[in-house]
């Protein structure tokens, strides 16, 4: 399994991994069991930042570092997955024009207000979470993100007739990775408490529930960019759960 671990923190972060030589669609598909374990390595990375700055800093600042950082450590892949996306919904008509624009690298004003408001939300749902000294929570939002994604790669079509993202679909474990999230869930209940775990819960369900209509109603399905847009607002959503008392 050391190659779909390799191809996971190839594709979906910036952290330095080996070069593979060959890759094939089986190993794609198996590369999405890993997504989470993608998301514990960036937000372990994530807390141990704030561990080390916090107390020298005020956490305006260090929640304006880590948010940079979390942006280097995905390469800001997500986030470009998020302006493609708002770029579709606002230009395009129909699911050909949508899937087009999608494939614009220019950025439209769709994209940059939208890119603008999850970061100013995700900038002040850290801070909040700094004052009240929960570090640790950090590591866990990166991990439900990439957890939701994979519900949605079980759940929804993939709207292009080629692509990258279909091999991850079509050849993902199934039985494997519903499996993990429900393992997710359970240790996030643990760790977080039910109250808090509930709340996160509803949060999320909503979340993809909605964003799942909306690219079924305008795709016919999910896409790569799709997803990146869909673990952007989660993680943007469960940073402000867990900031309510």
């Known amino acids: ?121 995700k900038f002040t749902a850290l801070s909040a979470l700094l004052s009240g000294e929960q570090h640790w929570l950090l590591i866990l939002v990166p991990i439900l993100g990439r957890a939701s994604a994979l519900l949605l790669f079980l759940t929804t079509p993939y709207a292009r007739k080629q692509g990258l993202s279909r091999d991850f679909a079509e050849h993902a474990p199934r039985t494997m990775i519903r499996t993990l999230v429900i393992i997710i869930t359970a240790i996030t209940a643990l760790l977080v408490g039910l109250q808090s775990a509930l709340l996160v819960a509803v949060v999320t369900a909503l979340l993809i529930y909605a964003l799942r209509r909306l690219m079924l109603k305008r795709l016919g399905g999910s896409t790569g960019d799709t997803s990146g847009a869909l673990i952007e607002i989660i993680e943007t959503g469960v940073l402000m759960a867990l900031c309510i008392h």
């Open 1 to 121: 399994m050391t190659k779909p671990i390799i191809i996971a923190f190839l594709f979906f972060s910036r952290l330095p991994m080996p070069r593979i030589e060959k890759i094939d669609a089986t190993d794609n598909g198996r590369a999405l069991l890993f997504l989470p374990l993608v998301g514990l390595i960036i937000g372990v990375l994530l807390w141990l930042s704030a561990c080390l700055l916090q107390g020298h800093i005020g956490s305006d600042v260090l929640a304006a570092i880590l948010l940079a950082l979390w942006c280097a450590l995905t390469g800001g892949l997500h986030l470009d997955g998020l302006a493609d996306s708002a770029d579709a919904w606002l230009a395009g008509g129909n699911q050909t024009q949508s899937l087009e624009v999608m494939k614009d690298p220019r950025c439209g004003s769709g994209a940059i207000i939208t890119l603008v408001c999850v970061l100013l939300i």
